[in-house]
């Protein structure tokens, strides 16, 4: 998808498209720098939009690891699952983060090892936010990651109130800049 049109959807539809742009190919890179793709038996991609995360998770996966995207833009999801609906062990769902747990039981996965998420945390009302993150938590248990960027540090309170464990790292060569925010651990 050109970046036009990606403008457009963001233009359209600010809730469920987070920037201007399409995110970097380094942004891309430094997202799923820090998985284990070796002993990884489930990913989820929450709003993966043009799809420029989930090549990278499919490039470096294992060819038995699960792959659940789920995006809310109806534009998004069809341009996902012309890109990657005949990819094995991928299933794209047109949908909320919010229903996570739906989707798990659908495909029967019972077990999540990584969440990447490219949602715009800070432009979604913060109850589904909220639900979003307690469903995530809920769903890594104690030993999963929740990787997730965001372009300031504005909702970091927000997400530490789900994660106790969050390391910050950067990605200047994305448009605008990128906060990297890796999480683990459940406070409660």
Not at 55 to 83: D, M, P
Not at 116 to 135: C, H, M, R
């Given at each position: 998808m050109?970046?036009?049109?990606f403008?457009?959807?963001?233009l ?5 498209v ?10 891309a890179?430094k ?19 043009t ?8 490039k ?14 109806k534009?998004?999801?069809k ?5 990657f609906g ?8 047109h ?12 495909h029967q996965?019972?077990h ?6 490219g949602l715009p945390?800070?432009s979604?009302?913060?109850g589904?936010?909220n639900?979003i993150l307690?469903?995530?938590?809920k769903v890594l248990?104690g ?7 965001q372009?300031?540090?504005?909702k970091?309170?927000?997400?530490r ?6 390391e ?10 990128a906060?990297v ?5 459940a406070?409660?």
């Amino acid at each position: 998808m050109k970046s036009l049109a990606f403008f457009i959807q963001y233009l359209t539809k600010p809730r469920t498209v987070g920037a201007i742009w399409p995110s970097s190919h380094f942004l891309a890179k430094k997202m799923v720098k820090d998985i284990a793709f070796d002993q990884t038996s489930c990913i989820v991609e929450y709003g993966p939009g043009t799809g420029i995360f989930t090549e990278q998770i499919i490039k470096n996966r294992q060819e038995t690891t699960f792959v659940l995207l789920i995006e809310a833009n109806k534009e998004f999801y069809k341009l996902l699952k012309s890109k990657f609906g005949e990819e094995k062990n991928v299933f794209i769902e047109h949908g909320s983060a919010e229903h996570i747990d739906d989707y798990l039981t659908k495909h029967q996965i019972s077990h999540v090892d990584y969440i990447v998420s490219g949602l715009p945390f800070a432009s979604l009302p913060s109850g589904v936010s909220n639900t979003i993150l307690e469903k995530t938590r809920k769903v890594l248990g104690g030993t999963g990651r929740f990787i997730t960027f965001q372009y300031t540090l504005f909702k970091m309170q927000m997400i530490r109130g789900f994660f106790n464990q969050i390391e910050v790292d950067h990605e200047f060569r994305n448009m605008p800049p990128a906060y990297v925010l890796n999480c683990k651990g459940a406070p409660r």
